[in-house]
């Protein structure tokens, strides 16, 4: 079983910023990546960003050069600042893990946080 915690979301006018956090815990003994998707009213899931093992990164063309994702390894913790937010940022965020569990096998389902729900004013 893994847990994963969001926070940091709120409501912050155009131009602001925010910095989500994704705390990791459980029956862990690695993690390959960790991301950041959101999901707004009437939309889909989407990805924003991924950062993977080695640091390796990937965003979504809406939010590269305004959100940066980052992770603190020792605290299985992933970041995620965003910068020059606008109204269509507008969404639930979730965390998403994949790892190992402690057995060394590959979790058996998508782990997802409870979400946060950040909110741009325009």
């Known amino acids: 079983q893994v847990q994963l915690v969001e926070s940091g979301g709120g409501l912050v006018q155009a131009g602001g910023s925010l910095r989500l956090s994704c705390a990791a815990s459980?029956?862990?003994?690695?993690?390959?990546?960790m991301g950041w998707y959101r999901q707004a009213p009437g939309k889909q899931r989407e990805l924003v960003a991924v950062v993977f093992k080695g640091g390796v990164t990937n965003y979504a063309d809406s939010v590269k050069g305004r959100f940066t994702i980052s992770r603190d390894y020792a605290k299985n913790t992933a970041y995620l600042q965003m910068n020059s937010l606008q109204p269509e940022d507008t969404a639930v965020y979730y965390c998403n893990v994949l790892g190992k569990n402690n057995g060394g096998v590959y979790f058996d389902t998508n782990y997802w946080g409870q979400g946060t729900q950040v909110t741009v004013s325009s």
């Open positions: 459980g029956s862990m003994s690695s993690i390959n990546r």
